[in-house]
């Protein structure tokens, strides 16, 4: 072959086998215009209209049904949620001790009761009762209580729903693409 051009295909797009001559009858391809608005061809020295936006594309909708929900990952679940839970309360009684102190309330509500009680030598101190150490400590065991049984009730949860949908077939979603 003497031909510089090693492409195997011709320029009208067919497989050419080494030796054969290309096919006079193939049919050229078209010539590509550029597209502008309303189909004219624009004037030389003349910008091309605005582009029509595209046709809105109709919603699809998809119809499924939540058959089954794995007990595992819903436990999975459930305990990273109830623990972040947990943590935020402990964050925030944490923050309203510390904002009650410092707005002085728990001195008013000494005064109140030395008041109603008339000792003078102020024979209650509700920080005794409510120091930040019991307060916290308190709120760690109620949140440590709560992770345990938000965990056991949602993992309870997804096996009676597992039982339930085998009897009723589950839960029928739609979803809608915008």
């Given at each position: 072959?003497?031909s510089?051009n090693?492409?195997?295909?011709?320029?009208?797009?067919?497989?050419?086998?080494?030796?054969?001559?290309?096919?006079?009858?193939?049919?050229?391809?078209?010539?590509?215009?550029?597209a502008?608005?309303?189909?004219?061809?624009?004037?030389?020295?003349q910008?091309?209209?605005?582009?029509?936006?595209?046709?809105?594309?109709?919603?699809?909708?998809?119809?499924?049904?939540?058959?089954?929900?794995?007990?595992?990952?819903?436990?999975?679940?459930?305990?990273?949620?109830?623990?972040?839970?947990?943590?935020?309360?402990?964050?925030?009684?944490?923050?309203?001790?510390?904002?009650l102190?410092?707005?002085?309330?728990?001195?008013?509500?000494?005064?109140?009761?030395s008041?109603?009680?008339?000792?003078?030598?102020g024979?209650?101190?509700l920080?005794?009762?409510?120091?930040?150490?019991q307060?916290?400590?308190?709120?760690?065991?109620?949140?440590?209580?709560?992770?345990?049984?938000?965990t056991?009730l949602?993992?309870?949860?997804?096996?009676?729903?597992?039982?339930?949908?085998?009897?009723?077939?589950?839960?029928?979603?739609?979803?809608?693409?915008?």
């Amino acid at each position: 072959m003497s031909s510089g051009n090693t492409n195997p295909r011709s320029s009208s797009g067919q497989v050419r086998t080494p030796g054969s001559t290309p096919r006079v009858n193939a049919p050229a391809r078209p010539a590509q215009r550029p597209a502008s608005a309303g189909g004219q061809a624009p004037r030389p020295g003349q910008r091309p209209g605005p582009a029509r936006p595209a046709p809105k594309a109709k919603a699809r909708k998809a119809r499924l049904l939540v058959s089954k929900v794995d007990p595992w990952s819903v436990l999975k679940m459930s305990f990273l949620l109830s623990v972040a839970l947990g943590i935020v309360t402990v964050v925030a009684s944490f923050v309203i001790w510390t904002v009650l102190d410092l707005t002085g309330i728990f001195d008013g509500v000494n005064e109140l009761l030395s008041e109603i009680a008339g000792s003078e030598n102020g024979g209650f101190d509700l920080r005794q009762f409510a120091s930040l150490a019991q307060v916290l400590s308190f709120t760690t065991i109620l949140a440590v209580v709560n992770v345990v049984l938000l965990t056991a009730l949602a993992m309870l949860s997804a096996v009676l729903y597992n039982i339930a949908s085998t009897l009723v077939g589950g839960i029928g979603v739609t979803l809608t693409d915008d």
